[in-house]
């Protein structure tokens, strides 16, 4: 299988950063296991003065044709249901920081980049965002090989979710053996698996995953603090211990890839986890777009304003890098003090229809969405 690559077939410069296409995609699970709660770490560090952020921004199309794959010969109709069509865009930046550490990769056509030597159902697509810490090292290694682990696992792709599970442990064992990485590099990791319509959302760290349907943000991923009341009972439980915030008072997260620093003996339980919680949805034709995101972008916006203005541009242009771009501006606008990596995936070729609220049902009082738009704007008075 070929492996992911970061050299998008179109590319642009960018203050002085540049644009890259990823081709990866993902899958979907119907492996009933539940996701057991793991501890993920990332190394809190100052912002260091703002030099100029380097900027890499991601856009791929893919149309599949994927409608035979759910035709039936049962006389119900069932070949005129909804398939998703992936377009996405990402964009990453250095922001504030004197060095960059995340990592991401994006994969609209999964048969295509796998090949069709694997059987699994169509159209797949994979995304991930890995933001790093210690170094870029764990990072960079879970970006090249955390689809392949999935791939490569015995219960792919009948058991998808024991396999997202087995290729997250696989890759933080790998990170502990590979001698040529720093063994106290660390990652929080972020996927997106998509096969057909089911679409598998595994999370250790705290970039999140949010859906936007029909102008609602639906968080689909946990933030894994510290301070998060499930991650601090297991923790404790395991014998760790926070300081102000930070697990063992180094990393402001609870589950990372990496960190053997920090861990004990390969197979054993410790308070930094690397193993992911999942969540699983079908999705329909209100599912319009999927955000994700490293947590230098919601450290300073809401999911539900991430929506909104994601929504709004889409109406603009359609186009999914730009929205990135926007939420990376807005980012900083805000004063983030983090390095900064966001993908949009679409799940349809045309843009977000226009919601109109029948004059029968006029309120009053003001929408979620409302709220975060006056919020923007007073914070920046």
Partial sequence: MAPATDTPPHCT???????????????????????????????????????????????????????????SKSPSGENSGFLPIFRSGSCSE????????DEF???????????????????????????????????????????????????????????????????????????????????TALTCLILGRTML????????????KRGRAIELSKDHKPNCTSER????????????GYLNGQLSVARALGDWHLKGP??????????????????????EFLIMGCDGLWDVMSSQYAVTIVRRELMLHNDPEKCTRELVREALKRNTCDNLTVLVVCFSPDPPPRIEVPKSQRRRSISAEGLDLLKGVLSNV
């Fill in 13 to 71: 410069e960018l203050d002085g950063g540049f644009c890259k296409e990823n081709n990866v995609s993902a899958m979907e699970d119907e492996d009933p296991e539940t996701s057991d709660n793991s501890s993920q770490a990332k190394a809190g560090k100052p912002p260091a003065p703002r030099n100029l952020s380097v900027m890499r921004h991601s856009m791929s199309q893919a149309i599949l044709a994927g409608t035979a794959d759910v035709k």
């Fill in 266 to 287: 390969k197979g054993s339980l410790y308070p930094l986890s690397s193993e992911p919680e999942l969540e699983e949805i079908v999705l329909t034709e209100e599912d």
């Fill in 105 to 187: 990769i994006c994969v609209d056509n999964l048969r295509e980049h796998l090949g069709a030597a694997l059987d699994f159902p169509s159209p797949g697509a994979f995304y991930g965002v890995f933001d790093g810490h210690g170094g870029v090292d764990a990072a960079s290694f879970t970006r090249k090989n955390i689809l392949d682990f999935i791939v490569e696992d015995s219960h792919f792709p009948t058991g998808v979710k024991r396999a997202i599970r087995n290729a997250f442990v696989k890759a933080d064992h790998a990170l502990a053996d590979a001698k040529s990485l720093d063994s106290s590099s660390g990652t």
């Fill in 201 to 212: 959302i595994a999370n250790a760290g705290d970039s999140r995953a949010v859906l936007g």
């Fill in 94 to 101: 250095m922001g504030p920081k004197t060095f960059m550490e």
């Fill in 233 to 244: 009972v297991r923790i404790e439980k395991l014998g760790g211990v926070i300081y102000d």
